[in-house]
């Protein structure tokens, strides 16, 4: 996926500055480190943040649109959509369908003011495992943009990573609709992703990371981190066997996560982190790299709709955490919606 919270996976498309040379050199932030290996992305909705950090891009899903329609700062976007929907002429369920659409299109229109890359907006939870309502919903979001002038190529659909989700990226893809598969958190689930010509995936770190310490009882060092090891996994295999899809990791629970990461195509990261990675100037080297990726023994992985099923469902972390997503997206959508039923 706008939302200002979480929402803007900014990608900070390695757009840093060079700072002026003075007799006494400045030791660079790790954040500035950073922006040179990796594309980084602020992961917020709040307009203040985006222009302190200046993200490439920005994403937004349910649970980000929630907050931010809350806020007094907000209510013109709010407006605004409302104004755009009741132009459709339609009323009652069909109204609040469309006046959801006009919001995440006016959140991301208004996103899409202060970076000058994309926006990934969400299609509805409750649609996963829905082809051909996703590509619908898809096709619907590139036409409300273009409504208010802005390009499909400024645009990502985003998507949870179901095999539905995946089949309806390959469509929209081929339509010349880039997609961000969300929700991912194994590799059987990536490797689907890029045989679709998926754009972008974002497998989410934090989140696997939460699974294992809840099942394991244990912490775990950042370099043993299973968030990060998946996402290593996932780039390494892109590398090696040549997929164009890009990998953003996502849902970072501390800093070492993301210098362990260091070198992936694009990293979102929240404001908080932000600030501690802008506040220390310890070096940091690059972990990943696509020369190197092209050097190891991981072997390629053979899918169908079967296989891609079978291995889903014998990754218990994978299964419970995609669906669990799901469910959460889902929960806030139907806030939202109560939320603007309320003001129409």
């Known amino acids: 996926m706008v939302m200002l919270e979480p929402i803007i996976e900014d990608h900070f498309m390695n757009t840093v500055a060079e700072a002026p040379?003075?007799?006494?050199a400045i030791a660079s932030s790790q954040l500035e480190q950073l922006k040179k290996m990796t594309t980084v992305v602020a992961d917020t909705g709040d307009f203040a943040t985006l222009k302190q950090y200046a993200p490439q891009d920005a994403t937004t899903n349910p649970s980000l649109i929630f907050k931010a329609a809350q806020m007094p700062e907000y209510q013109p976007v709010l407006e605004k959509a409302i104004?755009?929907?009741r132009k459709s002429g339609l009323s009652g369920t069909r109204l609040l369908d469309e006046t959801m659409d006009c919001l995440l299109i006016a959140f991301g229109a208004e996103i899409l003011k202060l970076v000058p890359g994309r926006v990934s907006t969400e299609t509805d939870a409750n649609i996963s495992f829905d082809t051909e309502a996703l590509v619908a919903k898809g096709r619907r979001f590139i036409e409300l943009y273009q409504k208010q002038g802005i390009g499909r190529e400024r645009i990502l659909i985003k998507i949870a990573t179901t095999w539905e989700g995946i089949r309806a990226c390959e469509i929209l893809q081929r339509a010349g609709i880039n997609c961000n598969m969300t929700l991912l958190f194994s590799l059987p689930q990536a490797v689907a992703c890029a045989e679709a010509n998926a754009k972008l995936i974002s497998p989410f770190v934090g989140r696997i990371l939460d699974w294992y310490k809840k099942s394991t009882g244990k912490d775990f060092a950042p370099a043993d981190d299973p968030g990060v090891l998946s996402v290593k996994e996932i780039y390494t295999y892109y590398k090696k066997f040549?997929?164009?899809?890009?990998?953003?990791?996502a849902s970072f629970r501390n800093k070492g996560e993301i210098i362990e990461l260091?070198?992936?195509d694009l990293l979102t990261i929240s404001p908080q982190l932000l600030g501690e990675l802008k506040t220390d100037t310890t070096p940091i080297t690059r972990k990943l790299d696509a020369m190197a990726a092209k050097e190891s023994k991981i072997e390629q992985l053979?899918?169908?709709?079967k296989k891609f099923r079978w291995l889903l469902n014998?990754?218990?972390?994978a299964t419970e955490k995609t669906a669990e997503g799901i469910r959460l997206f889902n929960a806030d959508a139907q806030k939202l919606a109560q939320f603007i039923a309320a003001k129409l």
Request: no cysteine.
């Open 83 to 85: 104004a755009d929907a």
């Open 242 to 249: 040549g997929h164009a899809t890009e990998v953003m990791g």
């Open 314 to 317: 014998e990754n218990a972390m």
């Open 302 to 305: 053979a899918l169908d709709e």
């Open 262 to 264: 260091a070198g992936s």
């Open 21 to 24: 040379q003075t007799e006494t």
